[in-house]
């Protein structure tokens, strides 16, 4: 099993739709969490960090749940430019900053 | 734009070769990771350089081998490449070892023939 689950998409939606991307984690142990977002060949960037109560950014909306090891994503009013891929992402360690990622979700915004 | 930057961008290597991959850590930052990201999967864990000491490493064999040098810049070595070693490499800086908020360099596509 992989420690961080994602479905892999695509997610193809119309411009102005919402769309939710979900991710689970198999260690209890987690400690940090994020979303990242990664263009086409290009690196990852981080999106936003994510928080038990839950935290918002614009248009976009992450959750956390401790109890169930799941995390979301929600991206309201779908723009062209958030066709991207995005990963799910923890990190586990105590001692270092490794970052475990999913496989990522990929979203197209069709106009 | 991160402050974090990588070279070569692109490299192709023959099978058996070696090679090495170099990483500057942005302004402030003592703490690089390094990343293996293969075709349409997540990054994966190398290693990370606190430092100058190698703080921590993922499941990859001792023909990945790195460095990091006192201006917390970084060279991520691997020996006896294989076709599997094709992929983006990327290398992410952080202010302190701890600290998971990384900032990634643009990465090095290697290729293996």
């Known amino acids: 099993r992989k420690e961080v689950e994602q479905d892999p998409g695509p997610f193809n939606v119309p411009e102005g739709a919402t769309v939710a991307f979900n991710c689970t984690y198999s260690?209890?142990?987690?400690?940090?969490f994020f979303w990242y977002r990664q263009d086409c060949r290009k690196e990852p960037k981080l999106l936003m960090s994510?928080?038990?109560s839950g935290n918002e950014d614009g248009r976009f909306t992450a959750q956390l749940n401790r109890a169930s090891q799941y995390i979301s994503l929600l991206i309201r009013d779908s723009k062209l430019s958030d066709s991207a891929t995005y990963l799910c992402v923890v990190s586990t360690s105590s001692n270092t900053g490794k970052l475990i990622f999913g496989q990522g979700t990929t979203l197209q915004v069709k106009p | 734009e991160t402050g974090v930057t990588q070279s070569p961008t692109h490299l192709i290597k023959t099978r058996g070769q070696q090679v090495t991959l170099r990483c500057s850590s942005q302004?402030?930052?003592?703490?690089v990771s390094w990343y293996q990201q293969a075709l349409g999967q997540g990054p994966q864990f190398i290693f990370q350089y606190y430092r100058e000491e190698e703080n921590g490493r993922g499941n990859f064999p001792p023909r990945f081998s790195g460095l990091q040098f006192p201006n917390y810049s970084s060279e991520l070595n691997v020996n006896a490449l294989e076709l599997d070693d094709s992929a983006l490499y990327l290398c992410?800086?952080?202010?302190?070892?701890?600290?998971?908020?990384?900032?990634f360099g643009q990465g090095t596509r290697l290729t293996v023939v």
């Open positions: 992410a800086s952080t202010p302190g070892r701890v600290n998971t908020e990384a900032f």
């Open positions: 302004s402030g930052h003592n703490t």
């Open positions: 260690n209890s142990a987690s400690q940090s």
């Open positions: 994510v928080y038990s």
